[in-house]
């Protein structure tokens, strides 16, 4: 920590139990990130990342890592949004997030949306290596401004994000997007127009979403890797927008497969 700044970091590493389960032989973290194993709803281990106070705020530097070795099958989800603050310097806030998923391995990362709050910067890096094979289901959500900041009319914070995914060697998604006040013509119509949230959902040999209902602001994307689909979304508010991002579990997939 360096004056008011705050630098904290999490490691989350998943591998096979030799038992047909999944185990956490890492599990730790710091400050406001303090991940929990949780009852797992399906096959795997499932981890909750709690906020154990607020963070980020700007000039803090957050760092999660998640390394789920080849056979294990793990979700993450987070007990809250995760809200940008802004810090008494005016300096931005940086939160990493780096994923490997090995060889026959699992991950859905489904955390809750990240606000950014009037007068805040966040800079968000992720940061995904797959090996052959890996399975993916990975959510982004990105709400620009608190309820309570829209109805008073003030200007959203500020959301620099970069997402960077490597299969077998080879980069299939490298894309950056910058938004929120500050940041050049973001609020026109080439990029948000009136829309205050932006997602997407990426699959790595996992069930697709289904292609986008019409007239939403939605495209489905094949990505240039093995097995890959980018589901990008715009929407005037989160509870639409998740509803557009939510594509089925493997297992509600097989379920419905059957069934017809």
Same mark, same amino acid.
């Given at each position: 920590?360096?004056?008011?700044?705050?630098?904290?970091?999490?490691?989350?590493?998943?591998?096979?139990?030799?038992?047909?389960?999944?185990?956490?032989?890492?599990?730790?973290?710091?400050?406001?990130?303090?991940?929990?194993?949780?009852?797992?709803?399906?096959?795997?281990?499932?981890?909750?990342?709690?906020?154990?106070?607020?963070?980020?705020?700007?000039? /803090?530097?957050?760092?999660?890592?998640?390394?789920?070795?080849?056979?294990?099958?793990?979700?993450?989800?987070?007990?809250?949004?995760?809200?940008?603050?802004?810090?008494?310097?005016?300096?931005?806030?940086?939160?990493?997030? /780096?994923?490997?998923?090995?060889? /026959?391995?699992?991950?859905?990362?489904?955390?809750?949306?990240?606000?950014?709050?009037?007068?805040?910067?966040?800079?968000? #890096?992720?940061?995904?290596?797959?090996?052959?094979?890996?399975?993916?289901?990975?959510?982004?959500?990105?709400?620009?401004? #608190?309820?309570?900041?829209?109805? #008073?009319?003030?200007?959203?914070?500020?959301?620099?994000?970069?997402?960077?995914?490597?299969?077998?060697?080879?980069?299939?998604?490298?894309?950056?997007?910058?938004?929120?006040?500050?940041?050049?013509?973001? /609020?026109?119509?080439?990029?948000?127009?009136?829309?205050?949230?932006?997602?997407?959902?990426?699959?790595?040999?996992?069930?697709?979403?289904?292609?986008?209902?019409?007239?939403?602001?939605?495209?489905?994307?094949?990505?240039?890797?093995?097995?890959?689909?980018?589901?990008?979304?715009?929407?005037?508010?989160?509870?639409?927008?998740? #509803?557009?991002?939510?594509?089925?579990?493997?297992?509600?997939?097989?379920?419905?497969?059957?069934?017809?």
């Amino acid at each position: 920590m360096t004056g008011s700044a705050l630098t904290a970091s999490a490691r989350i590493t998943a591998a096979p139990d030799g038992r047909g389960g999944t185990a956490l032989p890492v599990l730790v973290g710091a400050g406001p990130l303090a991940p929990r194993r949780t009852r797992a709803a399906g096959p795997g281990a499932h981890v909750t990342v709690v906020g154990s106070m607020a963070a980020p705020l700007g000039g /803090d530097h957050l760092a999660l890592t998640l390394d789920v070795r080849p056979g294990a099958t793990l979700t993450v989800t987070t007990a809250a949004a995760t809200v940008s603050l802004p810090g008494a310097g005016g300096e931005p806030a940086r939160y990493d997030l /780096d994923i490997t998923v090995g060889e /026959d391995a699992e991950l859905h990362w489904l955390p809750e949306p990240v606000i950014a709050a009037t007068g805040s910067h966040l800079l968000l #890096r992720t940061r995904i290596t797959l090996a052959p094979g890996a399975r993916l289901r990975h959510r982004e959500e990105q709400v620009l401004g #608190r309820g309570h900041d829209r109805a #008073r009319g003030t200007p959203p914070g500020r959301l620099t994000a970069r997402l960077t995914v490597h299969q077998s060697g080879r980069t299939i998604l490298d894309q950056q997007t910058d938004l929120g006040h500050g940041a050049p013509g973001w /609020d026109g119509p080439a990029v948000l127009g009136p829309h205050r949230t932006t997602g997407q959902l990426l699959t790595v040999h996992m069930p697709a979403p289904p292609p986008p209902p019409a007239g939403a602001d939605a495209a489905l994307l094949g990505l240039p890797g093995d097995g890959a689909v980018l589901l990008a979304a715009l929407a005037p508010d989160a509870l639409t927008l998740r #509803r557009l991002l939510t594509a089925p579990s493997p297992a509600r997939a097989a379920a419905a497969a059957g069934a017809v």
